[in-house]
Antibody, heavy 121, light 107 residues
Framework: QVQLVESGGGLVKPGGSLRLSCAAS????????MSWIRQAPGKGLEWVSY????????NYADSVKGRFTISRDNAKNSLYLQMNSLRAEDTAVYYC??????????????WGQGTLVTVSS | SSELTQDPAVSVALGQTVRITCQGD??????ASWYQQKPGQAPVLVIY???NRPSGIPDRFSGSSSGNTASLTITGAQAEDEADYYC??????????FGGGTKLTVL
């Protein structure tokens, strides 16, 4: 069955960096776009970024553009999110999700359990 | 990027039908997808495309769309349907947007 397992979250000071990882299994990883979505404590879902199956295309939310970088290693079935210049408002649970496409629309059919990132001094 | 607007909270009596709506300009061009999230859990996809349910999602969940409004309908709501529900779509630049979420209470 499809499994997505995030890791790398933790406590970091404002201005610091963190790298999240997502290990995928149960499907052909290289066939799918992948995405990061976050949820601040007590708040709604916020899309962060996605990456195409071959890494040729990426897209980011305005709130993280220029600070976060999404990447993947298809040989290792892994997705990454490099987060730099972190701010308090980046505090959230970060979910890794598989992206499927239908009628030009992106939807997230499998999600990991999330990893908590806390940005605080 | 486009915005998607959802009612913050909706309630339904056990066994009755409830409609949760999502409004936004992007919905004139793209279908919404819907996610259910229970406390402490990751979201689960319940509806995608025109009106498609992933395997394992009960058929009491259905989706529809008209103009700039997408709707998730639960026909015969059960206690286990109490959760937060989020819609999502995309804009013309390929950015993804989520609605603010609707907290469904089953009375």
């Amino acid at each position: 069955q499809v499994q997505l397992v995030e890791s790398g979250g933790g406590l970091v000071k404002p201005g610091g960096s963190l790298r999240l990882s997502c290990a995928a299994s149960g499907f052909t990883f290289s066939d799918y776009y992948m995405s990061w979505i976050r949820q601040a404590p007590g708040k709604g879902l916020e899309w962060v970024s996605y990456i195409s199956s071959s890494s040729s295309y990426t897209n980011y939310a305005d709130s993280v553009k220029g600070r976060f970088t999404i990447s993947r290693d298809n040989a290792k079935n892994s997705l990454y999110l490099q987060m730099n210049s972190l701010r308090a408002e980046d505090t959230a649970v970060y979910y890794c999700a598989r992206v499927s496409v239908a009628a030009g629309m992106y939807y997230f059919d499998y999600w990991g359990q999330g990893t908590l990132v806390t940005v605080s001094s | 990027s486009s915005e998607l607007t959802q009612d913050p909270a909706v309630s339904v009596a056990l066994g009755q039908t409830v409609r949760i709506t999502c409004q936004g300009d992007s919905l004139r061009s793209y279908y919404a997808s819907w996610y259910q999230q229970k406390p402490g859990q990751a979201p689960v996809l319940v509806i995608y495309g025109k009106n498609n349910r992933p395997s394992g999602i009960p058929d009491r969940f259905s989706g529809s769309s008209s103009g700039n409004t997408a709707s998730l309908t639960i026909t015969g709501a059960q206690a286990e349907d109490e959760a937060d529900y989020y819609c999502n779509s995309r804009d013309s630049s390929g950015c993804v947007v989520f609605g603010g979420g609707t907290k469904l209470t089953v009375l």
